[in-house]
């Protein structure tokens, strides 16, 4: 049982099955002791808060990066939009409220620092490098691809490059996140540590 769980946290929106999230908290714990930890598509936090748990236990922080605008699937008329993050005085996708208000429920606002841009923009003039980077951004393959070219390198040496939503098969899911998987392998800047449902975890080595 992972320390500090805020009650409900199942009921919080999010596409991470609890053996996924308990992975990722494990790695949190063991990669931020290296260096703080990034986010790539916070959504309503639900990863987030297994994420700055790990966090606050070594003593680290997590910077949580997503422009809360909702990825191409979140969009209207879209398989997994949610009508009620929907901003219709603004006509747009908005889940930064019910992330912030999350995450301030588990009492992590002292660990969690919200980016909340796109990957490109924000990686421009970064330099801070990390123990992990779990990437779980937009699911295009240009998404993807920007969100693994703009942070795999910040990665410290030993440190891990997470990756979710791998599949092999088309017929169960998308195949821009298992791409940006085989292109960290290939890059022969990291190794494969384990994989957890469709949740990978990579080593830099």
Request: net charge negative.
């Amino acid at each position: 049982m992972i320390a500090g769980l805020p009650p409900g946290i199942e009921s919080i929106r999010g596409f991470l099955a609890t053996a996924e999230a308990e992975a990722l908290h494990g790695r949190a714990l063991e990669a931020s002791a290296l260096g703080p930890v990034l986010e790539i598509g916070s959504y309503c936090g639900k990863s987030t808060i297994y994420l700055g748990l790990a966090c606050r236990e070594s003593g680290s922080t997590l910077f949580a990066l997503d422009h809360h605008r909702g990825s191409e699937e979140h969009q209207p008329g879209e398989f997994f939009h949610d009508p009620e993050l929907f901003d219709a005085d603004e006509g747009v996708m908005d889940s930064f409220r019910a992330f912030r208000s999350n995450i301030s429920a588990a009492n992590l606002d002292d660990v969690v620092v919200p980016l909340v841009s796109d990957s490109e923009t924000t990686a421009r003039h970064w330099r801070t490098p990390f123990g992990m980077v779990f990437i779980d951004g937009g699911h295009s393959l240009d998404a993807a691809i920007t969100d693994y070219r703009c942070w795999a390198t910040h990665v410290l040496r030993g440190g891990i490059l997470a990756i979710h939503d791998l599949f092999e098969d088309a017929s169960e899911g998308g195949q821009a996140p298992y791409a940006i998987y085989r292109m960290a392998l290939a890059s022969g800047l990291f190794t494969e540590l384990e994989r957890v449902d469709s949740l990978g975890f990579l080593k830099r080595l």
